[in-house]
């Protein structure tokens, strides 16, 4: 549905419907005009605003961007089209292979995003290689060696979360192989990247609990701390605590939760551990009405933990990523919803960059939403 609206509005500013200046109907309008849900509205906003058709001005509305920048773009759009169409007929499959390399993905996040570089790989001519890390420096390092060994000119790589990089990466680096990195960052190595700024996002997302009145928020993550993805929500979390003048203590933090850490099918075993220790912590902390968690397992954890205590009405959850608010079943918790599709999509684009020998460098940041609950 989000795809329906961005091309209407995109067909109506393109069209004349909306001009230079022109308001766009407000997210209320376009949520009653359509029957979707909030984040749907803004998911097709923020495309629309990334692309540089229109600007976004909090508390205003949206309006249509000027005429020579849309021009611009639209030129931009026809050429790439003809590019694309042009690259898919006359390269043949054996050059058009690429690798997609995940540590892991589930339904609140990646499947979205293995959608994006599908999409954009089959619009493209490309054929796309799919493996699974698991978390496993050496599952990723055989499936970088099987992907070239196969023909791969170029890969997308989610890195395994840890400590000490992949020394294949390393080296398919300085060989300046055509890499791109997806979600997270290879600190000090300067390899491009698309992810979500994730520091804006958590400083934004624990801001907002702080104005709901919640003076002591414990942040909870799983033991990757060191991963640069995990490493900005905290570093986010801590400003926004800091900056409120609201008391930063190491106690509020709970960092060695690996139950859902990637893991083969066959190596997972449930840790009633885990349970039992989060449910003691909750019970003794009872001065800690919010807990921020860095993604949507660890969250859902612990609200199924609070609702077996009978205290899940007194406490908030907020966490990254999530469903589609139609689609959840469960109340809408606080969360940052990242534009997994568009990450995918952007992926891919900038491989084929690299793919054509042009120079590719930086960190690009996809808009992301934040998502509240119901009054």
Known sequence: MYQKIFDDLLGGIKGGVYTTGDRLPSEKELMDQY??????????????AYRGYILRKPGKGSFVASQSNIDKIVEEDIL???MILKEAKTHDSSTQMIGVILDSFCVSFGCDLIKGIEYECRKRGFLMLFRCSYGSKQDENNAINEMIHSGAKGIILMCSQGEVYNETVLELYVNKYPLILLDREMA????????????????????????????????????????TTVKERFDGYRDAIVNHQ???????????VDKYLPNREEDFQKDGMTDHKLADYIQKNQDITAYYSVDHELGMLLFRIMKELGVEKEKKIAFFDGFEED?????????????????????????????????????ENIPYSIVMEKE
């Open 35 to 48: 029957q979707v849900s909030r984040i749907t509205v803004k998911k097709a906003l923020e495309i629309l």
């Open 80 to 82: 790439s089209e003809e």
């Open 188 to 227: 000090g190595i300067s390899l491009p990247v698309v992810a979500t700024d994730n520091y804006k996002a958590s400083y934004e997302l624990v801001t907002k609990l702080i104005e709901q009145g919640h003076k002591k928020i414990c942040f909870v993550s799983h033991s990757a701390m060191n991963t």
């Open 246 to 256: 609201l008391s930063f203590d190491e106690s509020m933090w709970i960092t060695d």
């Open 327 to 363: 689609l959840d079943i469960l109340p809408i918790f606080p969360h940052v919803m990242q534009d997994q599709y568009q990450m995918g999509v952007a992926a891919v684009r900038l491989l084929a960059h690299r793919l054509k020998g042009n120079h590719v460098s930086g960190r």
